[in-house]
């Protein structure tokens, strides 16, 4: 017991040394995260009752999971984070196949072995795109989430540290300031994301959407951010 209790507060530890180095992330992440618990108190999915349920829950299973995402990273669980985010995309696509097949509900409600929800490249197939250049960024984000969810070289090699020429193996976690940014990427794309399923079944009128655009924004410019800083290191 006493190893486990040290690995705990040692996660623990790592949670205070993020909130304090880096602020400026863990702070969006909180909002957007607020902005997204304070939305189930206004949404009113109009679609059909089976359908409504069902989007419904892939909501709310969306937002339990980034939940846990965003405890996962503070703690310093870096590649564990990333690896929920597949369920996250695959709820997402979901969400919008359900939409426009509101009659295919049933597959969520009533499942059985001979009737199942489409898989993903199906329904990723049948949602509607704004081009297929967005399509092929979605079908690319699966491929790439796949990688932390299934074994993978990236989750030896981030066990692996080389001391002395030697290969230690790390047990537990520490702070890593690279590695929390990019789970903020990562986590702001998919917060953003999964707003925006919210958001769809919510009344226009309602100032929810004020608090929606603005963290939106915010999420955006992070994400523009990190992509044109990643862009000039490359050309450097």
Request: with cysteine; net charge neutral.
């Amino acid at each position: 017991m006493a190893m486990i209790n040290k690995m705990k507060a040692e996660a623990q530890q790592v949670a205070e040394v993020t909130s304090k180095n880096s602020a400026e992330e863990v702070a969006l992440l909180r909002n957007a995260i607020s902005v997204f618990a304070e939305a189930f108190a206004v949404a009113n999915d109009l679609a059909k009752p089976e359908a409504a349920t069902v989007r419904k829950a892939l909501v709310s299973h969306n937002f339990n999971t980034l939940n846990l995402a965003f405890d996962s990273v503070m703690q310093g669980y870096y590649i564990q984070s990333i690896a929920l985010l597949r369920n996250v995309y695959e709820n997402w696509l979901a969400f919008w196949y359900v939409a426009k097949y509101q009659d295919e509900a049933h597959y969520w409600l009533n499942p059985s072995w001979e009737q199942r929800p489409p898989k993903a490249e199906v329904m990723l197939n049948k949602i509607e795109h704004e081009s297929k250049e967005d399509k092929t960024k979605l079908r690319g984000f699966h491929s790439e989430l796949a990688r932390f969810d299934h074994t993978d070289p990236v989750t030896v090699l981030s066990r692996i540290k080389i001391v002395e020429n030697k290969a230690m193996i790390l047990v537990g976690v520490r702070y890593d300031k690279a590695e929390f940014a990019t789970c903020t990427y990562a986590l702001c794309l998919w917060l953003g994301n999964a707003l925006d399923m919210i958001a769809s079944t919510i009344p226009q009128e309602e100032g929810w959407h004020q608090r929606h655009a603005a963290v939106s924004e915010r999420l955006l410019a992070y994400i523009e951010n990190d992509n044109a800083s990643r862009k000039a290191k490359r050309v450097d």
